[in-house]
């Protein structure tokens, strides 16, 4: 059915190239996230699959069609913009039922197709009003509405809560992931917001630089990232960077340490390592513990941040570097004292430097 | 500093009034003059205009110079004509110069770019240097009509009308305005299986009310003023327009209130035009929320 596909597809405008060559596999009915920094991509790569920007190279299909000429009205495709996009000079009903007018449908049709969406979004009582008489969940939900009057096989989603306030952003962001358990469809969803993407995805794709550097349901990004980049790209506060050295190999298993960090014994999958190198050792600041007794990492407390359920700690290394603890009880630590941190080496990573 | 302030507040406001309401004084005095003056007999007209009697109904009032101007020329047909011209024009500049506009801004082809500047470059040229060359065209064009194909526009309606529908001016005003409205929503439109002809429609010119009255305006003002062109293209007073029946009233004697009284009536048309765009201009900005 809507299955989306893009082989090796590039886009330049002149001689910059914004999109180098890109791989991807949405399934059908597959919610799929599109994250990376500003200026990766994320926007034109998803102007592409919508047909409101041309592809340079490569090839693209939804569903069984080559659509690489296609104009967006024949792609069977809804989008929701950033900025919402509702036409100003027409009512929410009007404007929920732009898609329908433009293909000729009845009144009645328009009617019911209308009333059935504003149900599902809860806007029955907006439908005569004007968009400048709207707030900003409200003009987002009658973008949405607009999409999905027509039952598309195919939702695209530029940003669609970046102009909302946090608390409306949880509340849009969980009923937009209700929407796409009722309708099933093909969602291709563009954040920045990694909370987005770890919560409403079942695939996450990250993008930096036009390329793809990993792709994957949410959970394997981030137990298992593929390099730096995803690894400190996913997940709250960022994952700790540690500069190590190599001091043994054996098998899968690399022993590393540094003037802050006792040996330790980490896995080696991203290798190959040799002795002697230097590699960066990966540590979600959610597995680092605090020592009962001596452990592995020495320092000492430069912050702490109690949130309540939740405490954050910046702990200064012997060798100077900062480390973030995120402690799951909270705790107080006098500040500057000096503190012994643990963490279970299964839970650590292993990166080579450059990425 | 608060009193200041306050006081500076009051002497700004009364500064502002004072300069709008001279303005509005030299606006409105001259069309004063001329109603007034429409009215009275030439030799009253001529003592009164040294002072400030000019400006009132006073005297010797009468309509006399109305009946003296219709008789002098045919009036009807001259302000018909120049209506009938300008409103045609008008119409059809707005539809040609936004569609033009829409394909320049929204539309991606190849060698619009060049156009674009060639199309600004026009806008340099005074009409007067390529009046000439133009009139010898339009000498020569075929025109299909009620007899059938004949040969050479002078004397009627169209060589007044179809020389003026396109202008670099206009269409350079509705590239400048649909710059400005948000492309998303003509993306969105697109996407929801708009046709061009769909978005332009339904889309860009719902929100191009202050761009269309403000273009509108401008060409009313150019075509209701034509005196060159007409003046070279028509030979027969059928076709003429109202400035060129002006040459009437200054044929043998000039009668100074025959001229004032045809001056006021072909003032009405412009006056009507400015409250019609007027009442749609503030509808447009009502409707839509978008402000030019
Ligand atoms: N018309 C254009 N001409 C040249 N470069 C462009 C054009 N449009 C976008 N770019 C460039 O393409 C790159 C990717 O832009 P894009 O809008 O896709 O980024 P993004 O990932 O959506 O960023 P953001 O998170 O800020 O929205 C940027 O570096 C941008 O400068
Ligand atoms: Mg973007």
Redesign the interface.
């Given at each position: 059915m809507a299955r989306i596909s893009l082989k090796d597809v590039k886009k330049s405008y002149g001689n910059a190239h914004v999109i180098k060559g890109v791989d991807i596999e949405v399934e059908d009915g597959e919610f799929c996230v599109f994250v990376g920094p500003s200026g990766c991509g994320k926007s034109t790569l998803l102007?592409m699959i919508?047909?409101?920007e041309d592809i340079t190279s490569g090839q693209m299909t939804i569903g069984e069609t080559v659509v690489n000429e296609l104009?967006?009205?024949q792609r069977g495709?809804?989008?929701v913009?950033?900025?919402y996009?509702i036409?100003?000079?027409m009512t929410v009903r009007e404007n929920v039922a732009?898609?329908l007018t433009?293909?000729g449908a009845s009144k009645a049709e328009k009617d019911a197709k209308v009333a059935e969406a504003a149900r599902i979004l809860q806007m029955e009582h907006l439908l005569d009003r004007?968009?400048?008489q709207l707030s900003g969940g409200q003009r987002q939900r009658v973008a949405i509405g607009?999409a999905i009057v027509?039952k598309p096989q195919v939702f695209l989603f530029d940003e669609p809560l970046s102009n909302l306030d946090a608390a409306l952003r949880m509340d849009m962001r969980m009923e937009i992931g209700k929407l796409h358990n009722q309708l099933g469809a093909t969602m291709i969803y563009v954040t920045h917001d990694q909370v987005e993407a770890m919560t409403l995805a079942d695939k996450i794709v990250v993008l930096k630089d036009g390329k793809v550097m990993q792709i994957g349901a949410p959970m394997e990004l981030y137990h298992n990232p593929a390099n730096l980049f995803v690894a400190g790209f996913l997940g709250a506060p960022s994952m700790n960077f540690i500069d190590v050295t190599v001091q043994a190999v054996n098998g899968n298993k690399a022993l590393v340490s540094n003037a802050a960090l006792d040996p330790v014994e980490v896995s080696a999958a991203r290798g190959p390592f040799t002795v002697g190198e230097k590699a960066i050792l990966g540590l979600r600041p959610q597995y680092v513990q605090v020592a009962e007794g001596a452990g592995r990492l020495h320092g000492t407390v430069a912050l702490t941040e109690r949130l309540g359920a939740e405490t954050v700690v910046e702990v200064t290394l012997k060798d100077g570097k900062p480390l973030i603890a995120a402690l799951s009880q909270d705790r107080v630590f006098p500040l500057g004292a000096a503190v012994d941190l643990d963490f279970d080496p299964a839970t650590a990573h292993l990166f080579r430097p450059e990425v | 500093m608060a009193l200041i302030s306050a006081d500076n507040r009051g002497l700004r406001l009364a500064t502002r009034y004072a300069v709008l309401g001279l303005i509005a004084v030299i606006f409105v005095f001259p069309l004063v003059f001329m109603v007034m003056s429409s009215l009275k007999p030439d030799q009253q007209l001529l003592q009164d205009s040294g002072n400030l009697r000019a400006f009132l109904p006073v005297g010797d009032i009468s309509l006399n110079n109305y009946t003296a101007a219709f008789q002098r020329a045919p009036v009807a047909t001259f302000v018909f004509n120049s209506v009938l011209v300008t409103g045609v024009t008008v119409l059809l500049s707005l539809l040609i110069c936004s569609a033009a506009g829409f394909a320049f801004v929204f539309v991606n082809w190849k060698g619009r770019g060049v156009l674009l500047s060639i199309l600004l470059a026009t806008l340099i040229l005074p009409f007067e240097t390529i009046a000439i060359p133009m009139l010898l065209m339009v000498a020569h064009l075929p025109w299909i009509g009620t007899e059938g194909i004949t040969w050479g526009w002078l004397n009627s309606y169209h060589v007044q009308i179809i020389p003026f529908i396109a202008d670099g001016l206009t269409v350079f005003l509705f590239v400048q305005y649909f710059k400005d409205l948000p492309g998303e929503l003509i993306e969105a439109a697109r996407v929801e299986g708009a046709s061009w002809g769909q978005i332009y429609r339904r889309i860009v010119m719902p929100l191009s009310g202050p761009i269309l009255a403000t273009a509108a305006i401008l060409k009313f003002l150019v075509m209701y003023n034509q005196y060159l062109w007409p003046l070279m293209v028509t030979q027969e007073e059928g076709y003429r327009p109202v400035m060129v029946g002006l040459q009437y009233f200054f044929q043998l004697n000039v009668a100074w209130g025959e001229v004032m009284a045809y001056l006021s009536l072909i003032t009405v048309p412009v006056l009507a035009f400015y409250l019609y765009l007027q009442k749609a201009f503030i509808a447009s900005i009502a409707s839509t929320g978008v402000k030019g």
């Open positions: 102007r919508a047909g409101l104009p967006p009205a495709v809804a989008m913009f950033q900025s996009a036409f100003p000079h732009f898609g433009i293909a004007r968009p400048s607009r027509r | -």
